[in-house]
Nanobody, 118 residues
Framework: QLQASGGGLVQTGGSLRLSCVASGSIFSSNAMGWYRQAPGKQRELVASIARGGVGSTNYADSVKGRFTISRDNAKNTVFLQMNSLKPEDTAVYYC????????????WGKGTQVTVSS
């Protein structure tokens, strides 16, 4: 129902763009979010965007100014543009969808690995 892609290996300061395609019924009815989980750590919210995507986005303090979440409603796709990447951004990134804007977790996709080398 949710399929994330776009992860990879990048050097410090580099950029990646993650994509997540959702089924139409899930995408149109829910807020969307990106989460990440580093080894030995809990999964955390990176960014979320409201249903419809109009005006409402939310970011973790650690990524503000570097990451941008957006959604293409015509393609049922949510993106995470990640710039100025740091080694501490290394994690498995997951796409989520749900009714709650600040924590959309009703639906999950498989993760995509992002590794930032120093």
């Amino acid at each position: 129902q949710l399929q994330a892609s776009g992860g990879g290996l990048v050097q410090t300061g580099g950029s990646l763009r993650l994509s997540c395609v959702a089924s139409g019924s899930i995408f149109s009815s829910n807020a969307m979010g990106w989460y990440r989980q580093a080894p030995g750590k809990q999964r955390e919210l990176v960014a979320s965007i409201a249903r419809g995507g109009v005006g409402s986005t939310n970011y973790a303090d650690s990524v503000k100014g570097r990451f941008t979440i957006s959604r293409d409603n015509a393609k049922n796709t949510v993106f995470l543009q990640m710039n100025s990447l740091k080694p501490e951004d290394t994690a498995v990134y997951y796409c989520g969808a749900g009714r709650t804007f600040y924590s959309p977790t009703d639906y999950w996709g498989k993760g995509t690995q992002v590794t930032v080398s120093s």
